[in-house]
């Protein structure tokens, strides 16, 4: 079985993000870049199936600026097969991402494509849901553990009331949850030897997809901030101010 | 300008994040909204109830049970055309279902809306909710998620809208429901809770999660958790708070052993009020915490348990 995983490269999610002073967006100028956590799940995810005999190849995809490449890089040298770089310096919002993964499943045909829920640069929670719709593929999104049996697959799903279980058939798309796995990291020898492992770099006009976006961002501004209180030395003293202060007991 | 909400509902009432997302479909034009599921009349008649709902479109089916994203995003698609705006809460159905739509319609879809400037511009928060995007969109049918801790719910009673049958739509079956396992709980649910207290990793196990209760039980509040207690094990997913869990906005939020994550704090800090019981006095929870207590949660939290018993 050969599994597809979609890695972007968003800003470290350690990083204090800043709006930039213009409100056109947010300072990436020597920003610290990583993979999107949920998409390191998903790539342990497929390295784990393809480690117990279940995925024969994963093709790990990353789409926009040429820097993308390290992501890629990053997915193999945790354990993916080869990569394919759509490389575009254009804002790509999800739908236009999934229009170019759709296409590059024409080209690849996987069994299984397993992507993070959200990217946590623009936490929009939308492009596996959007490129299985384009597939008119089945989705288990928000996974915390995925089966793949015969030519099915069960995904048990973190939803509001708890989990669930749905039985999906293949090909299919799974959106990674946090408790899915703990990514591996990569250790030298993988990194060293992936290296030497393909990237195959596309233009989305290669894919006849037009990329432009629907979403014009008009501003980017800072959130109202909150200000720190004041501590409270007793127990005793903080029931009294919740009470007569803040009134909300 | 029509607007169709579609609704999440449970044992016959629609839930309150809905309730949101109809507040928000208000600002936009007329509003119709989409019950869909099993056996759900009593769903519907609910529905009805809302006050400033114009219609109530009843999809009865066993397709529509589990609100599975498939068959739901079909049915959506289906009645788009009379809507110039689809909208839902940003619940896991929502989350779910309406991307998968919006790609059918062909549309960009605009996730965790927290603000409407005008029918096309929209304020949504990025990067955790450390910026707010204001954003507008060039696509003819608006499909849209609402964070729901942004806009005061509708009423649930006051309306007397109209029911009609949704025309029957061929139903996709890829994908089938296997089993549930649902957290169950006597409080009310986190993100519609008038006051929340969340464990972190801080409380050390599952069974010191108990301490929370007597306290929970005197406010009346829900009990959530950081993703390192989730993680942990010490209880079920559906208790995180955050940027990628639930996203509270009470009038009293409680961080009990919690450090402050920016993560966290997506998911709490547009609280009225917020209370930190944190041993490390540098821990950041306390730069967003109106009143805070720098002591060790396992003498702090029998001692709140008691002094609310008192008073
Ligand atoms: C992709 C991604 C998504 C994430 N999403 C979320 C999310 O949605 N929600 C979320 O919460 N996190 C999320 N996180 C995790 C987040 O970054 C933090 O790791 C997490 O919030 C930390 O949880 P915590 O505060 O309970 O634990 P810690 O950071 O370990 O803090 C524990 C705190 O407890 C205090 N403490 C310990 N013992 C005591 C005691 N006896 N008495 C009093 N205080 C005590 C300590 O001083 C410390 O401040 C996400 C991370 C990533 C990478």
Known sequence: MKILVPVKRVVDYNV??????????????????????????????????????????????SMGVAASAETIRTALAMGADRGILVETDVDLQPLAVAKLLKAIVAKEAP???????????????????????????????????????????????????????VALTLPAIV???????????????????????????????????????????????????RQAGVKVGSVAELVAKLKTEAKVI | MTALVLLDHEAGSIKQPSRSAVAAA???????????????????DAAARLPGVAKVILADAPAYDHALAEPLAALLVALAPGYSHLLAAATAIGKNVMPRAAALLDAQPISDIAGIVDADTFIRPIYAGNALATVKSADSKKVITVRAASFDPVAAEGGNAPIEAAPAVETPSMSRFVSAELSKSERPELTAARVVISGGRGMQSGDNFKLLEPIADKLGAAVGASRAAVDAGFVPNDYQVGQTGKIVAPELYVAVGISGAIQHLAGMKDSKVIVAINKDEEAPIFQV????????????????AAELERS
């Open chain 2, 26 to 44: 208000q600002k936009l034009g007329e509003v119709h909204v989409l019950v869909a599921g099993a056996g759900v009349q009593a769903a519907a």
């Open chain 1, 16 to 61: 204090k993000v800043r709006v930039k002073s213009d409100g056109t967006g947010v300072e990436t100028a020597g920003v610290k870049m990583s993979m999107n956590p949920f998409d390191e799940i998903a790539v342990e995810e497929a390295v784990r199936l393809k480690e117990k005999g279940v995925a024969t190849e994963i093709v790990a995809v």
């Open chain 1, 111 to 165: 069994n299984l494509i397993i992507m993070g829920k959200q990217a946590i640069d623009d936490d929009m929670s939308a492009t596996g849901q959007m490129l299985a719709a384009l597939l008119g593929w089945p989705q288990g999104t928000f996974a915390s553990k995925v089966a793949i049996e015969g030519d099915g697959v069960t995904v048990v799903r973190e939803v509001d009331g708890g989990l669930e279980t």
């Open chain 2, 289 to 304: 915490a109106d009143y805070g207590l720098v002591a060790d949660l396992f003498t702090a939290l029998p001692e709140l």
């Open chain 1, 175 to 225: 959106t990674t949850d946090l408790r899915l796995n703990e990514p591996r990291y990569a250790s030298l020898p993988n990194i060293m030897k992936a290296r030497k492992k393909p990237i195959e770099t596309l233009k989305p006009a290669d894919l006849g997809v037009d990329p432009a976006p629907r979403l014009t961002v008009l501003t980017v501004a800072e959130p109202p901030k």
